[in-house]
Structure formats: C-alpha cells, structure tokens
C-alpha cells in the first residue's frame, strides 16, 4: 500500500475534525480511525501543528523552505572560502 502525502492544510484541518469529534463524545482511538491514519502519525501531527493554523501552517514551511535555501548558500560559500584559502597558500 502506498504512502500518501498530505499538506499542511489537511493536517490542520484533521486535526481539528479529530478535535471536533472527541467534543462530540467518540474516543480519541475512534476519531482518528476515521480520519484514516495511525495513532503515531496523529500524535506525531498534534505535536508539529498542534495549535496552528492553515496560514501560519503556510508561513512555517516557507520559512523553513527559505531556511533550507540559506543554508545551503552558507554551506557552498564556506567550502568556496576554504578551497580558495588553500589555493592562496600553495597546498594544491
């Protein structure tokens, strides 16, 4: 069976229908059952994007996505600097 990938809108909005469902007197076992994924994943969702929104659940992975591309940039510019360092002193 397949993976299937969902965005971060969809997990907000399973969590609240979880949430929804426990207030409506089902077990939390029995909500997340019927939103088709696994206890651990549930959990695992809650403790990510427990008290989020869709728009700041957009804003969190363009940061991190904007993190990621810096990152990266600082890694390339340092290993430029430190090959240019050892050119400049003859090692090569």
Do not use: C
Not at 1 to 28: C, F, N, W, Y
Not at 54 to 60: A, C
């Amino acid at each position: 069976m397949g993976r299937k990938r969902h965005k971060p809108e969809e997990i907000v909005a399973k969590l609240r229908q979880v949430d929804v469902l426990t207030t409506q007197g089902h077990s939390v076992a029995e909500a997340i059952r019927s939103i088709g994924v696994t206890e651990v994943t549930y959990y695992r969702w809650r403790q990510e994007y427990g008290g989020l929104k869709s728009d700041q659940v957009k804003r969190l992975k363009d940061l991190e996505q904007e993190n990621a591309r810096l990152r990266k940039a600082v890694s390339d510019l340092t290993l430029e600097k430190l090959i240019l360092k050892e050119a400049a002193s003859g090692n090569f």
